[in-house]
């Protein structure tokens, strides 16, 4: 689905046709063995699970850059023995299907160099390209881009039906100081997000956000549910 001019929602990434950039965020590998720490049974096949929404993903693009949007790896002051193992695993799997990969440091990320530089990959802060200004969005940051992607807020919102309801993934889609901004849900299947119609935010950039418009992840498509005021 176009959710802005020359951007396309591809399963919970996000895909820039004309750059041939497909960008994805909050992966959080590592956070099975996270929880097994705090004594909650996770089941770890989340890598799995991920790898094979990659996979889908490639069959309909070919991208020439993959940008990782923050908080690929879980834990935040160390890395973890299963970061270590799936990370590489993962990038070297994006490796083998695109030209270059890039890691912009979420709030994850402190100490997510190590595993990047056994592979070559960049970590940067932020990165542009053209009017589009890609940055994790836990903090705020000065630009003249018109467009402006983030992650972190792993968008979702619940369903209701009688005594019925389920949650989905979203993108969000509104204004901040004139430009647009395009929130992108969390790409791990396991963590299913927070619910906007609750109206608490963690990122800046979602100040106003009852104007935003919401672009619910279904099965197969991506559905525009108008904005999260007309929801309420």
Known sequence: MEIS????????????EQEKILIMNDLHIGYEEAMHKKGILVPRQQLKNIISIVQKILQKVQPDKIIINGDL????????????????EFL?????????VIIIQGNHDPV???????RGI????EYKVGDIHIVHGDELVETDAKTIIIGHEHPAITIRENSK????????????????????????PLLEGTDVLEGQVL?????KLDSFEVYVVGEKETYDFGRIKDLK
């Open 5 to 16: 001019k020359n951007i396309q929602t591809i399963e919970t990434a996000l895909w820039l």
């Open 73 to 88: 790896k879980h834990e935040f002051g160390k890395i973890l023995r299963q970061e270590w193992k799936e990370v590489l």
């Open 92 to 100: 070297d799997f994006l490796l083998k299907n695109c030209k270059e």
């Open 112 to 118: 997510i160099k190590p595993i990047s530089q056994k």
């Open 122 to 125: 960049k970590v940067l802060q």
């Open 165 to 188: 309801f389920e949650k989905f993934k979203c993108f969000l889609k509104g204004k901040w100081k004139r430009k647009e901004v395009i929130a992108v849900p969390s790409f791990n």
């Open 203 to 207: 990122s800046p950039f979602l100040e």
